[in-house]
């Protein structure tokens, strides 16, 4: 079974710092993971995904994540936090071997103070 | 359209009506997803369509949930004698199935359904 854990309810991070946003992954195959971020009252917005390859992807928004195997683990990263990155951030894996559901993690709000 | 388009984008029923939430995919996916939201809660996924039939429905909660896909575009989600428990913000998103499970998904704005 496919599952995704956000460790962390909230992040909160001074602008101009760096900011991490933890992911955890479960899958049965090789993963593919994404990242989401949703802004009050809107839909979902695509970030990234690590399909194969290298493991640090690079998205939108000046955001980046990087994969881990042996820590199952898909980090987002942003070198320098802005004020308007605050969202409710969401995880998301899909197994090679199913070519369906993607399984989201529970997000994670981040918080960033001027 | 451009992107996903849900309706209605809010919904107010009374306990035990029946409600259909309506989605249009981006023109040419032919995946399309259900998924519901609960407040402070990540997306549960419900259903996926690929073209006209359910592929994987493992996520429907009981059977007062149904969705059609009759001719491989717009989708509509029915929830027969809603209770109180259903409401959640409703989530569709559609993917191009020619990347496969490398595919992001496109969200639409969702329909936000409260049963009193």
């Known amino acids: 079974a496919q599952s995704v854990a956000q460790p962390e309810d909230q992040v909160n991070v001074a602008e101009g710092n760096p900011l991490t946003v933890k992911c955890t992954y479960s899958?049965?195959?090789?993963?593919?993971l994404f990242w989401y971020v949703q802004y009050p009252n809107r839909g979902l917005q695509f970030l990234l995904k690590?399909?194969?390859?290298?493991?640090l992807v690079k998205g939108s928004y000046g955001f980046e994540a990087e994969f881990n195997k042996s820590q199952t683990s898909f980090h987002l990263k942003k070198p320098s936090a802005l004020v308007s990155d605050s969202a409710l951030y969401f995880c998301?894996?899909?197994?090679?071997?199913?070519?369906?559901?993607?399984?989201f993690g529970q997000g994670t709000t981040l918080q960033v103070k001027p | 359209g451009a992107g996903v388009s849900q309706t209605p984008s809010n919904k107010v029923t009374e306990k035990g009506k029946y409600v259909e939430l309506r989605c249009d995919p981006i023109?040419?996916?032919?995946?399309l997803y259900w998924y519901r939201q609960s407040l402070g809660q990540g997306p549960e996924f419900l259903i996926y369509?690929?073209?006209?039939?359910?592929?994987?429905d493992s996520g429907l909660p009981n059977d007062r949930f149904f969705a059609v896909r009759p001719e491989g575009s717009v989708s509509t989600l029915k929830i027969q004698r809603t209770e109180r428990g259903d409401s959640a913000v409703y989530l569709c998103?559609?993917?191009?199935?020619?990347?496969?499970?490398?595919?992001?998904?496109?969200f639409g704005e969702g329909s936000r359904l409260t049963v009193l």
């Open positions: 998103a559609s993917s191009s199935s020619g990347r496969g499970p490398t595919g992001e998904l496109f």
């Open positions: 899958v049965s195959g090789n993963p593919y």
């Open positions: 690590y399909i194969t390859g290298d493991n």
């Open positions: 998301a894996v899909r197994s090679s071997s199913n070519t369906g559901k993607l399984i």
């Open positions: 023109s040419g996916h032919t995946a």
């Open positions: 369509f690929q073209g006209t039939g359910a592929a994987d």
